[in-house]
């Protein structure tokens, strides 16, 4: 083997190959790190969570902003080549779990202040890991994070637009989400099909009206956009009559489709759901 293939497999080795089961693709342009991290604003006194922070290349401009970082990383041999070059950094604490199983209270989340999420996210986990930060989301002060273009699209989507769905109304609930910039698919390593952006999502206090019940809210607003091509009295049909006398006191005409509904009147109709349900 010539030297130069020897060095190169002993990078490879080190750093990591990419897995497809895992969806891997490294973000390779240092100008998109640097953006992402001068927009998270980061500070001494943050804690940050970088969800897969892989082979490092956001984790070293993190640690040079003086907060401490705890990444989270499912992949054995991508923790080795973090523990080599942050090993030594008492800023950085390395945790080798699957995010999606992880206990945050017990392992993630500050005694005190808040969290800064930064992740770039696998495509096929997107949805999940979104899921688990809105369910953390009282404990996270803003989130940073890369997920496909249409994707984000999708999350800061308004009603009556096709893109419109769960993904929006369960995110827009807690958040006022908004995509930053785009990010090419040369930007990565292997290159992706498809094109991303980095979004932000500020937490905090609540944009608008939460709901009495959010398990009865989020069952709703997923039983709503199940048949989303139907009016709201067919999609919602397996809800039986109290649905009906909900819609009734939450002044929702159920000739509309879920597409139509802002977040505000999922609120209304769930709320009043609760009640009827209650009532009988």
Not at 18 to 24: D, R, T
């Amino acid at each position: 083997m010539h030297p130069s293939e020897r060095t190169n497999a002993e990078y490879l080795r080190k750093r990591g190959r990419p897995k497809k089961s895992l969806g891997q693709c490294f973000l390779i342009d240092d100008g998109v790190v640097r953006r992402i991290v001068r927009e998270a604003a980061i500070s001494p006194q943050d804690v940050v969570l970088e969800i897969g922070p892989g082979r490092g290349a956001l984790t070293g401009h993190l640690l040079n902003q003086g907060a401490r970082v705890v990444g989270v990383e499912i992949d054995h041999v991508l923790c080795e080549g973090l523990k080599d070059q942050f090993g030594e950094e008492k800023r950085f604490v390395l945790i080798e779990e699957d995010i999606l199983k992880l206990d945050w209270e017990a392992r993630i989340i500050p005694s005190d202040g808040d969290l800064i999420v930064v992740a770039n996210l696998p495509y096929h986990i997107t949805s999940p890991v979104l899921f688990k930060l809105l369910e953390h989301s009282d404990f996270i002060a803003r989130a940073f994070l890369m997920v496909q273009a249409e994707v984000g699209k999708r999350i800061a989507a308004q009603p009556g637009c096709k893109d419109y769905g769960i993904l929006s109304v369960r995110t827009q609930l807690k958040s006022r989400p908004e995509v930053l910039f785009p990010v090419h698919r040369n930007c990565f390593r292997p290159t992706p099909r498809v094109d991303s952006c980095v979004i932000r999502l500020p937490f905090g206090a609540t944009p608008g009206p939460f709901p009495a019940d959010e398990e009865t809210f989020n069952h709703i607003v997923k039983t709503a956009f199940g048949q989303r091509r139907k009016m709201l009295r067919n999609a919602l049909s397996s809800l039986d009559e109290p649905i009906f006398e909900a819609a009734r006191r939450a002044d929702i005409d159920l000739s509309r489709r879920a597409e139509t509904l802002s977040v505000e009147e999922f609120v209304r109709l769930s709320d009043a759901f609760s009640l009827v349900s209650g009532d009988q």
